[in-house]
């Protein structure tokens, strides 16, 4: 039998039950097909990139299937049929992780808030020293002055002097 990873978004208005449940019938369905499904990680409500059938969020859920191909098409003929599964992908691969898949690994590790040791840094903008330099001007004359010379008229659309 084939080994597939397989990813579904389900709509962010679904409670976690309702998507355990549809976890449920679609490890039905592959079962039902002579196949199994090994780890199953729930990633959570992230944002998406653009709007999906008018949702902005979606509940993302990884599955690891070892079953043959008719079961997983079966399971995602009745994911396309869903009305709460907005996209699903699925594909095939050599051998399933172990451990952790990136995304878990990547939220834990922005759970902890342990960004290193980044010492006294001053912050970015607010404590630089200006040293010796004058303060900025942003007004200045309207003819131009200063070091560049004066304005030379525009230039019409038909390429004459105003």
Same mark, same amino acid.
């Given at each position: 039998?084939?080994?597939?990873?397989?990813?579904?978004?389900?709509?962010?208005? &679904?409670?976690?039950?309702?998507?355990?449940?549809?976890?449920?019938?679609?490890? +039905?369905?592959?079962?039902? =097909?002579?196949?199994?499904? +090994?780890?199953?990680?729930?990633?959570? &409500?992230?944002? &998406?990139?653009?709007?999906?059938?008018?949702?902005?969020?979606?509940?993302? !859920?990884?599955? %690891?299937?070892?079953?043959?191909?008719?079961?997983?098409?079966?399971?995602?003929?009745?994911?396309? &049929?869903?009305?709460?599964?907005?996209?699903?992908? !699925?594909?095939?691969?050599?051998?399933?992780?172990? +451990?952790?898949?990136?995304?878990?690994?990547?939220?834990?590790?922005?759970?902890?808030?342990?960004?290193?040791?980044? =010492?006294?840094?001053?912050?970015?903008?607010? %404590?630089?020293?200006? +040293? %010796?330099?004058?303060?900025?001007?942003?007004?200045?004359?309207?003819?131009?002055?200063? %070091?560049? =010379?004066?304005?030379?008229?525009?230039?019409?659309?038909?390429?004459?002097?105003?």
């Amino acid at each position: 039998m084939a080994l597939y990873e397989h990813v579904f978004l389900a709509r962010q208005d &679904l409670s976690q039950q309702q998507i355990d449940a549809l976890v449920e019938q679609y490890k +039905g369905v592959i079962t039902a =097909g002579g196949g199994s499904v +090994g780890r199953v990680e729930n990633w959570g &409500l992230k944002s &998406l990139t653009y709007r999906v059938n008018k949702n902005r969020k979606a509940y993302y !859920t990884l599955m %690891d299937i070892t079953a043959p191909a008719a079961a997983v098409k079966e399971m995602e003929r009745q994911m396309g &049929l869903s009305e709460d599964v907005l996209r699903f992908m !699925t594909i095939k691969v050599e051998k399933h992780e172990e +451990g952790q898949s990136a995304m878990l690994q990547k939220r834990d590790r922005d759970d902890r808030g342990d960004r290193g040791d980044r =010492g006294d840094r001053p912050s970015r903008f607010g %404590d630089r020293d200006r +040293g %010796d330099r004058p303060p900025r001007s942003f007004g200045g004359d309207r003819d131009g002055g200063g %070091d560049r =010379g004066p304005r030379r008229p525009r230039e019409s659309f038909e390429g004459a002097a105003e």
